[in-house]
């Protein structure tokens, strides 16, 4: 007698929210109220939110075998992953104009989230009342607006089992995070000094170049500026 096994299915909303896109930026997934994670970053874009909130569901149901079933409202994340990605890697994570892949980093987390796993996408409309969609992206404004008030972003309780740790941005002032702010000023054996702030003034055009240097390289521009620091 042969035994079967049955497949667990685990269906899940993903979805991305930017603020005047780009600007403050959030990122969620949801399958029910006690079972879903947001995020953000005080700059970002739509699709990096999108693919953001994707990826973070394959790292917090990395832990079980079940199958994925995901609702998603961006035909570029669905058509980034399951159809582009494959060309791209072959020439070096570039598109065929030779131009690089935008939210590199993203796409490469993504690509490397999803090895061995069981997934499938399913395309919904947006914002016509399907009810995980709007879950998903009702959160991830919420986490956008947060960081567009200088606040903590909700994160949600997650899944169970899953690592609790994630990788956002810290909000722009380095406060109400617990993660350190974009320069850290303190001497090494120091108490820190959490009032210490910097503020940085670009004008609009380095600002925007800025802004278009990060899309490209997949990151929020605070992270750009780590980078540099």
């Keep these: 007698m042969l035994a079967t096994l049955d497949v667990m299915t685990i269906t899940a909303a993903a979805d991305g929210s930017a603020l005047g896109n ?15 994670a947001a995020g953000g970053w005080p700059h970002g874009t739509n699709n990096m939110g999108e693919l953001k909130a994707v990826l973070e569901l394959f790292r917090a149901t990395s832990h079980i075998d079940d199958d994925l079933h995901i609702l998603c409202d961006s035909q570029y994340v669905i058509n980034s992953v399951t159809k582009w990605m494959p060309g791209w890697k072959k020439k070096g994570w570039r598109k065929g104009d030779g131009k690089p ?12 989230a999803i090895a061995g796993r069981r997934y499938r996408f399913e395309w919904v409309k947006g914002h016509i009342g399907h009810v995980l969609n709007e879950a998903a992206d009702s959160r991830a404004r919420a986490a956008a607006e947060a960081y567009q ?47 210490r702030r910097v503020s940085l003034t670009f004008s609009a055009a380095d600002y925007a170049r800025l802004a278009t240097r990060a899309a490209a390289a997949g990151v929020p521009v605070e992270e750009l500026l780590r980078r540099l620091a």
């Design 22 to 36: 780009p600007g403050p930026a959030g990122w969620a997934w949801y399958i029910d109220d006690q079972t879903w």
């Design 101 to 112: 892949v935008m939210n590199l980093d993203l796409l490469q987390e993504i690509d490397e």
């Design 149 to 195: 008030r200088g606040r903590q972003a909700p994160g949600g309780p997650g899944y169970p089992g899953a690592a609790t740790t994630r990788a956002d941005s810290p909000i722009a002032t380095g406060t109400g995070t617990g993660a350190p702010s974009l320069f850290d000023l303190d001497e090494p054996g120091e108490p820190a000094e959490p009032d």
